[in-house]
């Protein structure tokens, strides 16, 4: 997702600062490392200094009576959603105890309270607001746990700005909702000349699909494009909703990716190959002989995940050389 650029410089447009990409911890579904891919571009928000009140429009507020209120500037707030943001986006990718998650999940509940409270405050940002605050606001909705949000953000994913559009992206991934119009999100995926938003976007697609989301053709073709994908994290993503989507047609795509010389799409293609032989009888032997055959190609951590794999597969331990599973996978229909 895009970084949040510098306030306060106007007239021309300074470096982005980037962190890795904010995404949920692992599903059990995808309990695997490859699920944290497209972290290989993306930021959440950057380390940028305090925004200065100077730099916001004051946000008019009324009572029920419509008497107005004292002014409550926005900036404030977008700093310290900023500073949650990156915190939160810290943790999310290297939470390694108990302690991290709860650390974690504190500050989701903090980040959902302090957007619900200011939530149409930050949706009059998010349209209308310099690019700064909408990069910002497009990212805190994503905490919103609303549906409020849905609408809002599916506009932003037609702003000028790419980190915009990407921050709006992972929001729609972050709030995962069944009931999401994927339209517009594919055609990120397929055709957004930067590389952020294909990746947030087949992120978000992906954690949307995973939610049991109606799908047909136009996802499975987005994703069977997007495996070619120069991007190794579209690659990774999409390999991963071929398996969801038990794509049987790709299997020998994914098993080519298996030499992808980038680990995480391969090993990505492994766990979708998994899914599909696992949860098809029919294609358990197709599966099984595409990762077997691979073995001798690779090393590293993508053969250790091929490796678990095949004994998920199998249920069975036919040991590290390749010779034995070649041995097992033939024997299947």
């Given at each position: 997702?895009?970084?949040?650029?510098?306030?306060?410089?106007?007239?021309?447009?300074?470096?982005?600062?980037?962190?890795?990409?904010?995404?949920?911890?692992?599903?059990?579904?995808?309990?695997?490392?490859?699920?944290?891919?497209?972290?290989?571009?993306?930021?959440?928000?950057?380390?940028?200094?305090?925004?200065?009140?100077?730099?916001?429009a004051p946000v008019e507020r009324w009572d029920e009576d419509r008497v107005r209120l004292p002014e409550k500037p926005i900036?404030?707030?977008?700093?310290?959603?900023?500073?949650?943001?990156?915190?939160?986006?810290?943790?999310?990718?290297?939470?390694?105890?108990?302690?991290?998650?709860?650390?974690?999940?504190?500050?989701?509940?903090?980040?959902?309270?302090?957007?619900?409270?200011?939530?149409?405050?930050?949706?009059?940002?998010?349209?209308?607001g310099p690019p700064s605050n909408r990069q910002v606001a497009a990212m805190a909705l994503g905490f919103s746990a609303t549906?409020?949000?849905?609408?809002?953000?599916?506009?932003?994913?037609?702003?000028?700005?790419?980190?915009?559009?990407?921050?709006?992206?992972?929001?729609?991934?972050?709030?995962?909702?069944?009931?999401?119009?994927?339209?517009?999100?594919?055609?990120?995926?397929?055709?957004?000349?930067?590389?952020?938003?294909?990746?947030?976007?087949?992120?978000?697609?992906?954690?949307?699909?995973?939610?049991?989301?109606?799908?047909?053709?136009?996802?499975?073709?987005?994703?069977?494009?997007?495996?070619?994908?120069?991007?190794?994290?579209?690659?990774?993503?999409?390999?991963?909703?071929?398996?969801?989507?038990?794509?049987?047609?790709?299997?020998?795509?994914?098993?080519?990716?298996?030499?992808?010389?980038?680990?995480?799409?391969?090993?990505?293609?492994?766990?979708?190959?998994?899914?599909?032989?696992?949860?098809?009888?029919?294609?358990?032997?197709?599966?099984?002989?595409?990762?077997?055959?691979?073995?001798?190609?690779?090393?590293?951590?993508?053969?250790?995940?091929?490796?678990?794999?095949?004994?998920?597969?199998?249920?069975?331990?036919?040991?590290?050389?390749?010779?034995?599973?070649?041995?097992?996978?033939?024997?299947?229909?």
């Amino acid at each position: 997702m895009g970084g949040v650029e510098t306030p306060g410089l106007r007239g021309r447009d300074p470096p982005v600062a980037r962190l890795p990409e904010v995404m949920s911890a692992p599903s059990p579904l995808l309990p695997w490392p490859v699920v944290l891919c497209a972290a290989l571009a993306l930021a959440a928000c950057s380390s940028t200094p305090k925004p200065k009140k100077a730099d916001y429009a004051p946000v008019e507020r009324w009572d029920e009576d419509r008497v107005r209120l004292p002014e409550k500037p926005i900036g404030p707030l977008l700093a310290q959603l900023d500073g949650l943001m990156r915190n939160w986006t810290t943790l999310a990718l290297t939470a390694s105890d108990p302690l991290d998650d709860r650390r974690r999940e504190a500050l989701e509940s903090d980040l959902r309270y302090r957007v619900s409270k200011r939530f149409d405050e930050l949706v009059a940002e998010l349209e209308a607001g310099p690019p700064s605050n909408r990069q910002v606001a497009a990212m805190a909705l994503g905490f919103s746990a609303t549906d409020r949000a849905l609408s809002p953000l599916l506009a932003a994913l037609h702003d000028a700005r790419p980190e915009v559009r990407s921050n709006a992206l992972t929001a729609l991934g972050l709030l995962a909702l069944r009931d999401t119009p994927l339209e517009r999100v594919r055609e990120l995926v397929e055709s957004d000349p930067h590389e952020t938003v294909r990746i947030q976007g087949a992120l978000a697609l992906r954690k949307i699909i995973q939610t049991g989301a109606p799908t047909g053709d136009a996802e499975l073709e987005t994703a069977r494009n997007g495996i070619l994908d120069p991007s190794p994290g579209v690659r990774s993503e999409c390999c991963l909703i071929l398996g969801l989507l038990r794509d049987e047609e790709s299997i020998d795509l994914l098993g080519q990716l298996l030499r992808d010389p980038t680990p995480l799409p391969a090993a990505a293609a492994a766990r979708s190959l998994q899914m599909i032989g696992t949860e098809d009888s029919r294609q358990l032997g197709p599966t099984a002989r595409a990762l077997a055959s691979s073995l001798d190609d690779v090393d590293g951590n993508v053969r250790q995940t091929i490796l678990k794999c095949l004994m998920t597969m199998s249920r069975s331990n036919f040991g590290e050389r390749s010779e034995g599973w070649i041995e097992w996978a033939n024997r299947l229909p």
